[in-house]
């Protein structure tokens, strides 16, 4: 099993509504990651997760929220975004750095949540 | 800084043509890896090459590497109109901590 599962797949939300984003993936890989994706962009990175420790914030705004419930699961919480949030938010999992190897840098990327802000 | 910068940005061809495209980067990297977006979708791993590798074949796909120039350069023979999607090069540079760093993307359009 390679997937990495998103939910949900579209979001619409107000500026002041808080909801959450999930990822999901059962592939025993201990890094997981945030991306944001603007249309025509490459992903940028928001957070990663190394064995369930935060291991980078890329200066994210605090309205996004992450949490690393175990090693399978991700989620992001959004409070008070701002119409420029919207994006399509993808997660993605790698086997993890203390890993031997390269296949350890290859990372698996959920379908992604199309997130609008209005 | 952009590590990855593709080029062309955007390459249309007829199926059945070979499709070239190529990406720079700036610092020393580990590996390099070429990932694949179908519209609105996830990213999908195509190959990866390491450093110390020149060139690698996967299937129809051949990724070469030049870390003299820094660059490297992924061949899709015999296109097919489902290979139509963004690709994007994606570096993984020594000390980066499980980051990737992606290039700007390539559109591929591949006409029937």
């Known amino acids: 099993d390679t997937e990495v599962t998103q939910t949900p797949k579209h979001l619409v939300m107000g500026m002041t509504n808080k909801k959450s984003l999930k990822c999901e993936q059962h592939?025993?890989?201990?890094?997981m990651y945030w991306y944001k994706q603007k249309a025509k962009k490459p992903p940028e990175l928001m957070f990663v997760?190394?064995?369930?420790?935060?291991?980078i914030n890329e200066s994210v705004p605090s309205r996004f929220s992450p949490e690393c419930p175990n090693s399978s699961l991700l989620n992001l919480h959004l409070h008070a975004l701002q119409p420029e949030d919207s994006a399509l938010y993808l997660c993605a999992s790698s086997q993890g750095r203390l890993l031997a190897g390269v296949a350890k840098n290859i990372q698996y990327f959920g379908a992604g949540t199309r997130l609008s802000v209005l | 800084s952009q590590q990855g910068e593709e080029d062309p940005q955007a390459l249309s061809i007829q199926e059945g043509e070979n499709a070239t495209m190529n990406c720079s980067y700036k610092t020393s990297i580990n590996n390099l890896q070429w990932y694949r977006q179908n519209s609105g979708r996830g990213l999908v791993h195509l190959i990866l090459?390491?450093?110390?590798?020149r060139e690698k074949h996967s299937g129809r796909l051949r990724v070469t590497l030049d870390t003299s120039k820094k660059s490297s350069s992924l061949l899709i023979t015999a296109s097919r109109a489902a290979d139509t999607a963004s690709y994007f090069c994606a570096t993984d540079a020594p000390g980066a901590n499980s980051k990737l760093t992606f290039g700007k993307g390539i559109t591929l359009s591949v006409r029937p």
């Open positions: 997760y190394s064995y369930e420790k935060l291991s």
């Open positions: 090459i390491r450093s110390n590798e």
């Open positions: 592939m025993g890989h201990r890094a």
